[in-house]
């Protein structure tokens, strides 16, 4: 039944984006919010815009939302999915996995926790309208930016020395996203590097690599002012968008494979000014989305965002002040389930 709701949804997904548009070219320009913990002004997420219908954006969050296992870590992507994707955030769910992602950030963040999972966590936490400098549970308070700074080092600190970061280069595109969205000062660095391996010749960089890397070097292109660093960045996205647009036109919309799919289409959505003027046919690769019967957790919370309109990109500017999108009929009041 998922699958035929997902074929309706690209029908109506056409109506308001023609195959040859960008499919987040039909949302209104976005306005500007401050939040207390941010310097900037950044810009509010437009209202949802779903690519898909709303039975199909809902049924997916209710699957998203029955895998959540009390017996098992909180996953923050899910959190982050939920988020922006408009789903309840006053249910027992969402609050569960708010709480406890707080807690095994107090818990984790400055022992064992990869700089990735550190990232994601921010990510999770800006999406929830958190401030990730001060980070309350368990009767302490973190300052979980200062600890992504740290780890983002330790894996830069490796890369310039070895080539190589200290986990992925993948998680340092996390890394470099979640500092930027939280304005800290030390996302130029690793976007530099992270351009310059995209462009070099000697890496064959994965579709979900790329993809996040493309996420976070857009966010620094748009506070970067050094003309040379901005050109670097430009290139790399360019780059990157353009060998997607590639890729797609010859799998017939498939960019990697299905479960890389939902990375590459918010990395085009958010990267439309840097493959312009050429035209993104997103109807072909949504269709190849729509086809799937998505089960796996993860790979439905990275394919939500782009169902709707977003991107990990929009993380820090879900307004804080309004309430989520999807109506009271269709918001899903879950718990979390048991463990077996």
Known sequence: MLG????????????????????????PPMEKQERPWIGHRIPVTSPLFPVASQDTVSQLLQRLEGSVNLQEAANPSVL???????GDSDGAVHKWLLQEIKEEAVRRAQKDMPSGQVALHVLALLSSCQDPQRVHALDQTLDLIRVLQQKTDEEMAKLEAEGIPKTTLYSVG???????????????????????????SENQLSVDTQAVVALALACVYNYVELQDVRDLLQEALWTVSNSFLDEQKKGNGMIGDIYSMGLALQALEATRKFYAPRNWDCAQAFSVVYAHDYQHPMAIAQVLPALVGRSYLDAAGLDCAATKETPPSRQLPLSPRQGT
């Open 4 to 27: 035929l709701a997902l074929g309706i949804g690209v029908l109506l997904a056409l109506v308001g984006c023609t195959a040859t548009e960008g499919c987040g070219e039909c949302q």
């Open 80 to 86: 982050l999915a939920m988020n922006l994707a408009g």
């Open 174 to 200: 996390l890394d470099t996203l979640a500092l930027c969205l939280a304005e800290a000062s030390g996302a130029q660095g690793p976007s530099v590097a992270l351009a310059k391996q995209v462009l070099s």
